[in-house]
């Protein structure tokens, strides 16, 4: 419930049509449930968990965002996956090809749903990165693009 959750993508959980924030977790005593009750809409009847264990339990989720350090995506992953969920996770989902393509095989075994959160692949300079690399224009051996943003992108 860090940044990246209470002010990029929680909020879109209940805002979305035909979503509903209905539970969230973190490991620090007592800041899941504060969140819960003082930041998510009453409306949601959000419930707020210390553990990721409890959490999974949580009767009505079908999904689970998964927004921890990349060290920690494999294992709350496996979990999520045990439970029966979807999962949102985001990038980097593993911490090296290997770690991503076990948590890829995971869900595949599973049969359940796996989506990446990775907002920056809808900016412009991405776009053009991608689109530069399909035409060709800058060959077909290239291993590393580097920018510098200037502005606020």
Known sequence: LGDVCQIKSGPAFWKCEGSKLVAVMRRTPGKAREYAQNVVPADQNCVGYDTVQEFLKH???DAVYVATRPGTHLEICR???RANKACYVEKPVGRCAAETQ??????????LPLYTAYISRAYDRTQTVRQLLGSGKLGDSVTQISYHLVGTG
């Open 79 to 81: 979990e999520v996956a």
């Open 102 to 111: 076990e948590i890829v095989d995971i869900f595949q075994k599973a049969n």
């Open 59 to 61: 009767e009505g989720m």
